[in-house]
C-alpha cells in the first residue's frame, strides 16, 4: 500500500482512534482523516480513501450500516472492521458485507496493524496479476 494513500479511521472513542492514528504514523502513513461517527465518512466518500478503519459500535449509526453504504458508493475499497467485542458473528457479518479483514481492539498491535495492510497488498497484486 502506497504510504501517501489515505485512510480514513471512524470510531467515535477517541482514545482508540488516536492509538490507531499513532500506529499508522508509526507505520509511516502520512494521508489519514478522522471521523467521530459514520455519517461524516459516508458524507467524505468522495475524497477517495483507499482503506477505512471502521469501529462497529457507534452512535448513531453502527459499522455494519456504515459498511452498507461504503461498499455501495466504493465496492472495492478496503474496509478493516474494528471492535472491542470478541463476537465471531460480527466478523461473519462484516466479512459478509465486504470487510477486508477484522481487528479485535485487543489484539491492535502495531505488528497486527502492518499484517493486515500488507496481506491486504498483497492481495491486490495477486487480483491485479490474476
Same mark, same amino acid.
Given at each position: 500500500? &502506497?504510504? &501517501?494513500?489515505?485512510?480514513?479511521?471512524?470510531?467515535?472513542?477517541?482514545?482508540?482512534?488516536?492509538?490507531?492514528?499513532?500506529?499508522?504514523?508509526?507505520?509511516?502513513?502520512? &494521508?489519514?482523516? @478522522?471521523?467521530?461517527?459514520?455519517?461524516? @465518512?459516508?458524507?467524505?466518500?468522495?475524497?477517495?480513501?483507499?482503506?477505512?478503519?471502521?469501529?462497529?459500535?457507534?452512535?448513531?449509526?453502527?459499522?455494519?450500516?456504515?459498511?452498507?453504504?461504503?461498499?455501495?458508493?466504493?465496492?472495492?475499497?478496503?474496509?478493516?472492521? @474494528?471492535?472491542?467485542?470478541? =463476537?465471531?458473528?460480527?466478523?461473519? =457479518?462484516?466479512?459478509?458485507?465486504?470487510? !477486508?479483514? !477484522?481487528?479485535?481492539?485487543?489484539?491492535?498491535?502495531?505488528?497486527?496493524?502492518?499484517?493486515?495492510? &500488507?496481506?491486504?497488498?498483497?492481495?491486490?497484486?495477486?487480483?491485479?496479476?490474476?
Amino acid at each position: 500500500m &502506497n504510504l &501517501n494513500e489515505r485512510i480514513f479511521l471512524v470510531d467515535d472513542d477517541p482514545f482508540w482512534t488516536s492509538v490507531l492514528y499513532k500506529t499508522l504514523v508509526e507505520l509511516g502513513y502520512r &494521508n489519514l482523516t @478522522c471521523f467521530s461517527n459514520g455519517q461524516d @465518512c459516508v458524507n467524505s466518500l468522495h475524497l477517495n480513501p483507499s482503506t477505512i478503519f471502521l469501529d462497529y459500535q457507534m452512535e448513531e449509526i453502527d459499522g455494519i450500516e456504515v459498511l452498507r453504504k461504503v461498499k455501495a458508493h466504493l465496492p472495492d475499497i478496503n474496509v478493516i472492521f @474494528c471492535t472491542a467485542f470478541e =463476537d465471531l458473528s460480527i466478523a461473519v =457479518d462484516a466479512i459478509a458485507l465486504g470487510s !477486508y479483514d !477484522y481487528l479485535l481492539k485487543s489484539h491492535a498491535s502495531p505488528q497486527a496493524v502492518k499484517s493486515i495492510l &500488507n496481506h491486504m497488498v498483497e492481495f491486490k497484486s495477486i487480483e491485479i496479476n490474476s
